[in-house]
C-alpha cells in the first residue's frame, strides 16, 4: 500500500473511531435520563432547532439570546391536530407552544427544562404557532381585518382551549384631537389567541391551566436573565406541573386546582 493509500486509510478509520465515540456518548447521556428513547430524535432536533439561532442577529440590532439545551430535553414536535386528538382521547399532559425565533420562548426555555427534571417530566409537547395563528389588522375604517387565515387546527384549538387563553391583544392606531393632540386608540380583536410562550397544563382532555412562564422582573426580551427571574419562571412553571401530579396549591393566581 503506497503511501498515499495509507493517508487515505488512516482517515477513514479516525473518522469511524470519532463518530463511534459521538453515537457512544449521546446513547450514554440518554441512558442516564429520564427520557422515553422514542423520543430521543425530537429532542435532539428541539435542541438543534434552537442552538441554530444563538447569538444570530434578530430584530432591532439585537442578537437572539444564547441557549444551552440539554441533550435530554422532553421536547416531543406536535401539530394542533395531534393535540386535539390528545384532548379527545382524554390525555394528561403539557404542551408549549412558541417558536425558535421567538425572544420570549428563548427566555424560559432553560428554566423549562430545569423545571421538568425536578418533576420528572419526560415529555412536553411543542407546536409551533410561527406559521399556524391568524393575524389580525385595523383597515382604513379602522377595524379589526383579518390578513392572514389560521389553521384548521389552530381554530379548533382555540375552541377547545378557550377557558384559559387570553384575548387577542388590542390593535391601536393614533389620530389627532380637536386640540391637535395626538391621541392613541385601542380597537378590540374580539377573539382569543395562541402566543408564544404559551405553557398549557391539560388534565384528563381538559386545559386547567396557562402560564407564559415569563418573569414580571423581565421587562425586555432580549435582557440578561438574573437569578431572581430564573427562580420566579422555576415557580411559575413548577407550579403548573404541580397541577398534574397533586402537588399544586391554590392560590389567586391559580384558580384550577
Not at 15 to 32: K, P, R, T
Not at 37 to 61: G, H, I, P, T
Not at 99 to 111: A, D, Q, V, Y
Request: charged content about 30%; hydrophobic content about 35%; proline content about 3%.
Amino acid at each position: 500500500m503506497n503511501m498515499k493509500k495509507r493517508a487515505v486509510a488512516f482517515v477513514i478509520c479516525l473518522f469511524l473511531v470519532v463518530a463511534l465515540g459521538i453515537v457512544y456518548i449521546f446513547s450514554e447521556l440518554y441512558i442516564e435520563s429520564d427520557i422515553p428513547e422514542n423520543n430521543v430524535a425530537d429532542a435532539v432536533r428541539f435542541k438543534e432547532e434552537y442552538e441554530s439561532l444563538n447569538n444570530q442577529d434578530a430584530s432591532d440590532d439585537q442578537k437572539y439570546r444564547t441557549l444551552d439545551i440539554a441533550v435530554d430535553n422532553p421536547f416531543v414536535y406536535s401539530s394542533a391536530e395531534e393535540i386535539i386528538k390528545e384532548m379527545d382521547e382524554k390525555e394528561t399532559f403539557v404542551v408549549y407552544f412558541g417558536f425558535s425565533s421567538c425572544p420570549w420562548c428563548r427566555s424560559i426555555l432553560e428554566p423549562l427544562i430545569e423545571s421538568s427534571k425536578n418533576h420528572q417530566v419526560s415529555k412536553i409537547y411543542y407546536v409551533d404557532v410561527l406559521e399556524i395563528r391568524d393575524t389580525y389588522k385595523l383597515d382604513d375604517n379602522h377595524q379589526p381585518k383579518k390578513v392572514v387565515e389560521g389553521s384548521e387546527g389552530y381554530n379548533e384549538l382555540l375552541k377547545r382551549l378557550d377557558s384559559v387563553l387570553s384575548d387577542y391583544m388590542p390593535l391601536t392606531y393614533t389620530y389627532k384631537d380637536k386640540k391637535n393632540n395626538v391621541k392613541t386608540k385601542e380597537v378590540e380583536v374580539n377573539e382569543k389567541r395562541i402566543y408564544a410562550p404559551n405553557l398549557v397544563a391539560v388534565k384528563d382532555g381538559t386545559p386547567i391551566d396557562l402560564i407564559s412562564g415569563i418573569s414580571e422582573l423581565q421587562t425586555s426580551a432580549y435582557m440578561e436573565i438574573t437569578s431572581e427571574m430564573k427562580e420566579d419562571m422555576i415557580k411559575q412553571i413548577s407550579a403548573l406541573f404541580g397541577l398534574l401530579d397533586g402537588k399544586a396549591v391554590c392560590s389567586e393566581e391559580n384558580q384550577n386546582c
